[in-house]
């Protein structure tokens, strides 16, 4: 695809096989064999890096085993140019990549994303980026900011920071900003709620039985915190 061309562009008329998540096992044994037999083999991207939310790294693990040298070459991020240009906090951030696509997992998901006092970099698909904001917004605070990132580099670059139910408006009014490639960096929450050593033991023994979106939830109840000041504090604990 976009690879292709540009390898033809540039003069480089080499074989090209697609590796995905269906073949990736299976195209292993195949450049194997090319490696062993001394050829060169470049893992490229269509669009940012290799094995950033893309597939690759079985082939690298092989590779490592077989006593074959591995040689990264700096390229084309989203995830980080999303981080440089989105105006968020980055001496920590979480990369969530992509969410879960529906149900239960996606709500779990975003209600944890919302308790996070760390930056989080987001890959979203564009006909789910409105329902993700709309989840989102009662989730947090009033002033809670979020930048949406799409089609970084590219000709119709956007890149707007706001308050998450800002942006939910402006990406719920403007359809263009439901295209392309998209990437989105939450800002962490706000650290100001704190609970009680008798919580923090009656969290701790919840967490040993319970998932962390069900502990959080028994945990708001129980106290009377919004769930993501819940899950700031919980997440706290694992740190």
Known sequence: RHSGRLLTHLGLNKP???????????????????????EDIALISDAGTPLVSDPGYR???????????????????????????????????????????????????????AGLSVTSIIYEAPHRVLSFLEALTPLVEKDREISLCR??????????MGAVAD???????????????????????AQTADWSERDQALA???????????????MAAHTGLKRQAVYALLEAMNN
Request: aromatic share 4%; with cysteine; charged share 20%.
């Open 59 to 113: 082939l690298v693990r092989a590779c490592h085993q077989a006593g074959v040298r591995v040689v990264p070459i700096p390229g084309a991020s989203a995830l980080l140019a999303a981080l440089a240009a989105a105006g968020q906090p980055s001496d920590r951030f979480l990369f969530e990549g992509f969410v879960p696509a529906k149900g239960a997992p996606r709500q779990q998901a975003i209600e944890r994303l």
């Open 204 to 218: 701790t023994s919840l967490l040993a039985e319970l998932p962390v979106s069900r502990v959080a939830k028994i």
């Open 151 to 160: 089609e970084l580099t590219k000709q119709f670059e956007t890149i707007r």
């Open 167 to 189: 942006i939910c408006d402006w990406v719920a009014s403007d359809r263009n900003q439901q295209r392309g490639e998209l990437v989105l960096v939450l800002s962490p929450c």
């Open 16 to 38: 090209m096989l697609s590796l995905h998540e269906h073949n990736e096992a299976r195209r292993v044994e195949t450049l194997d064999g090319y490696l062993a037999a001394g």
